[in-house]
Each structure stands twice: as structure tokens, then as C-alpha cells.
T-cell receptor, first 114, second 116 residues
Framework: DSGVTQTPKHLITATGQRVTLRCSPR?????VYWYQQSLDQGLQFLIQ???????AKGNILERFSAQQFPDLHSELNLSSLELGDSALYFC?????????????FGPGTRLTVT | AQKITQTQPGMFVQEKEAVTLDCTYD???????LFWYKQPSSGEMIFLIY??????QNATEGRYSLNFQKARKSANLVISASQLGDSAMYFC?????????????FGKGTLLTVNP
């Protein structure tokens, strides 16, 4: 158990809909990262938040947005969903400071868009 | 150009033998970190080992060791005494630079199968 929690574990929804994925980082971790894993694109970085502020952006679509709240949990909002958005979405967290900054991943949310 | 290259889509190894999973990387940043993650069929991503670009010695964590050859830009994972539970997808990843931008770039992975 990495200490990172994600809800829900599975999500099935229709095209055009909007969903929210939730992540709670490990206790004390200030950074939260979102990744998307799909068969064709592999594992791709979407966005990073550090202590409530957006710190880095990757291949995140404009239909997607995220935020990190004062209690450090984060939400990833996906709107106008398309079939191609079906993927496993991971949240990861890391501590500030420390030599390695390894990221600990949550169990993921499997999104299926039908 | 790909930043992380894993050239072995699949690997087979006999139980109790050692196996090396290849990873090469491309960066011009002098400060970077290299990671290996394991993803079993259940889907979770499990952190295995880390090597910093300035580390003088190869990283080891139990049965996992990282063969870091900086000049060749390679960071191969060595698993000793393979176990059936090691069957999984293995990903090599890199973090470039410093500051607080710690995003990871992943390779496409190697599927390891351990045979009894």
C-alpha cells in the first residue's frame, strides 16, 4: 500500500459526460501528479500541483482540468468525454525535499467511456 | 526523439535466475534521476529503485539493482533470483532537472514473465 488513495476505482460513463477523479496524497506529501495510461500512448504525465499551485503541465487536453485543495487532496476533472479518453488514470505524490523525490502511485482509476 | 527507450517488449526468465531489463535515456540536463517501477496485472504502480545522476555507486534495493552506465546513458534493472511474483510489466522513468518540477517520463515498458 503506497499510502496514496484514489476514488473511484472504476468509472463507466458515456461520451459527452463529465467526471471527477479524486486523489489523496501520502501524509506529508505536498506534490501531486496525474498520469494517464492508455494502450496507444503508454504512461503520460498530465499535470503536477505543489502545495496548491500548478507547477508543471504535460500532455493535458483543454477538456481536462485539475486542482489541489488546501488539505492537499487533488481532483482531476474530465469533460466532454470521448471514447479515446478511456484509460487508467494515476495519481502520484512525492515529498518536498529529500534526495530522490520518488513518486508513490495510487491504485488508479479505470475510466471507460462508452 | 524518445527520452526513455526500453527495447525489450517482453522477456522470459526461469525462476531463481537473474534477469536484466534494459533502459537507455536521452537528456542534456546534468541533473536527473532514473526510476524503475513494477506494474503487476492488478494495475498498481510499485516503486522499485532510484538512481541519481550524481550518485557514485549503483543503487541496490534487496533483489533489485540498477546497473548505471552514465557515459552510455543506460540504467538497466537487474533482478536477482527471480520469483514467480516478479512477473509483471516494468517501466523505466526519468526525472530531469531540479526545482520543484518532478514530472516523470516513462518508457513503453518490458513485460517480464517468470517461468517455474
Amino acid at each position: 500500500d503506497s499510502g496514496v488513495t484514489q476514488t473511484p476505482k472504476h468509472l463507466i460513463t458515456a461520451t459527452g459526460q463529465r467526471v471527477t477523479l479524486r486523489c489523496s496524497p501520502r501524509s506529508g506529501d505536498l506534490s501531486v501528479y496525474w498520469y494517464q495510461q492508455s494502450l496507444d500512448q503508454g504512461l503520460q504525465f498530465l499535470i503536477q500541483y505543489y502545495n496548491g499551485e500548478e507547477r508543471a503541465k504535460g500532455n493535458i487536453l483543454e477538456r481536462f482540468s485539475a486542482q489541489q485543495f488546501p488539505d492537499l487532496h487533488s481532483e482531476l476533472n474530465l469533460s466532454s468525454l470521448e471514447l479515446g479518453d478511456s484509460a487508467l488514470y494515476f495519481c502520484a505524490s512525492s515529498a518536498s525535499g529529500g534526495p530522490s523525490y520518488e513518486q508513490y502511485f495510487g491504485p488508479g482509476t479505470r475510466l471507460t467511456v462508452t | 526523439a524518445q527520452k526513455i527507450t526500453q527495447t525489450q517488449p517482453g522477456m522470459f526468465v526461469q525462476e531463481k535466475e537473474a534477469v536484466t531489463l534494459d533502459c537507455t535515456y536521452d537528456t542534456s540536463d546534468p541533473s536527473y534521476g532514473l526510476f524503475w517501477y513494477k506494474q503487476p496485472s492488478s494495475g498498481e504502480m510499485i516503486f522499485l529503485i532510484y538512481q541519481g545522476s550524481y550518485d557514485q555507486q549503483n543503487a541496490t534495493e534487496g533483489r533489485y539493482s540498477l546497473n548505471f552506465q552514465k557515459a552510455r546513458k543506460s540504467a538497466n534493472l537487474v533482478i536477482s533470483a527471480s520469483q514467480l511474483g516478479d512477473s509483471a510489466m516494468y517501466f523505466c522513468a526519468m526525472r530531469e532537472g531540479g526545482g520543484s518540477n518532478y514530472k516523470l517520463t516513462f518508457g513503453k515498458g518490458t513485460l517480464l514473465t517468470v517461468n517455474p
